[in-house]
């Protein structure tokens, strides 16, 4: 029987306007009842952990294996840093999720606003008894209309639009060790794109699920998108250059991962233009853009536009 170790980052919400204040409690319940629907179909053995800051020990719930407290976050990496955000470091999670699951055949990470159908592990079971051995499974995006525990049943009832992101991802516990993933921190851009590559360079068989009802999110404010540009994005931006030039010197990189890394540099190059204000400049940007040169333009992410 397959073993499975899936972990989520829970913390105290201290900010009762937050969409977490709704979206972790949904996330958290619904994580159980997909356990407990699996235990009862018998196909595999779930195990959920937790992993979270001393301050944050009250958001585990009981019925989740709790790992050994977190320590390190970003405003470790970045000296003097212009954000109070403290954002775990994801080697630090999942490095907690592997010393804590020695029997797990596979791991998996979610966001912690991620809610699961009910189905999930079961769908999770027969991508893996179809010989997918990594993927990524991106989340349906729900109206915010019930925001309750209790509204479950008008939650699952809505259909929701596919969402192209990454914010699940499911691997073998054997291939973590191979992983570079440095220190680049949850909650922000690129870290999803980190993870997939490691997890494609370590594949026989990646693949990305972008329309199935496996997953879902609360609504769609992108809050993420107005802090592009500050120093833990930036950050993780450096950090996914790095690992790429590292992973380079060690193998070649796949078609899966090149593509991946073109698309990624594509929206670069369209956020780059969407945020240069000098007329001149946005406009030789579009120009390089439609000669294919969109790498040279997405070289100026991060930079003064």
Excluded at 201 to 222: M, P, V
Aim: with cysteine; glycine share 4%.
């Amino acid at each position: 029987m397959v073993k499975i170790a899936h972990i989520v980052n829970p913390l105290l919400v201290r900010n009762p306007a937050s969409d977490l204040s709704y979206a972790q409690p949904i996330t958290l319940h619904t994580m159980s009842q997909a356990r407990e629907k699996a235990k009862l179909e018998g196909k595999l053995v779930v195990t959920q952990y937790a992993a979270f800051y001393e301050e944050d020990t009250q958001s585990s719930p009981e019925d989740f294996k709790s790992t050994a407290r977190l320590k390190r976050s970003i405003l470790d990496i970045i000296p003097n840093i212009d954000s109070p955000r403290k954002l775990p470091l994801l080697s630090d999670i999942l490095d907690r999720l592997y010393e804590s699951a020695p029997d797990a055949d596979y791991l998996i990470y979610s966001n912690i606003d991620i809610g699961l159908y009910p189905n999930f592990y079961d769908q999770i079971s027969k991508l893996i008894e179809q010989g997918y051995d990594a993927f990524v499974i991106g989340r349906r995006t729900l109206s915010t209309e019930f925001t309750s525990i209790e509204d479950l049943a008008h939650i699952y009832a809505q259909e929701g639009k596919p969402h192209y992101g990454y914010s699940c991802f499911v691997f073998p516990r054997n291939h973590y060790p191979n992983y570079i993933l440095g220190d680049t921190c949850i909650g922000l851009q690129p870290v999803g794109v980190t993870l997939a590559v490691n997890m494609i360079q370590s594949a026989r068989n990646y693949q990305y699920f972008g329309q199935e009802k496996y997953t879902f999110h609360l609504g769609d404010d992108r809050v993420w998108n107005q802090s592009l540009l500050d120093q833990q994005h930036i950050h993780n931006e450096q950090v996914l250059d790095s690992i790429t030039s590292l992973i380079k010197a060690k193998m070649q990189l796949t078609p899966r991962t090149l593509t991946l890394l073109d698309d990624y540099q594509k929206w670069r190059c369209n956020y780059v233009i969407l945020k240069t204000t000098n007329t001149l400049r946005k406009n030789a940007y579009r120009v390089l853009r439609k000669l294919g040169l969109y790498d040279w333009v997405a070289r100026r992410y991060g930079k003064v536009l």
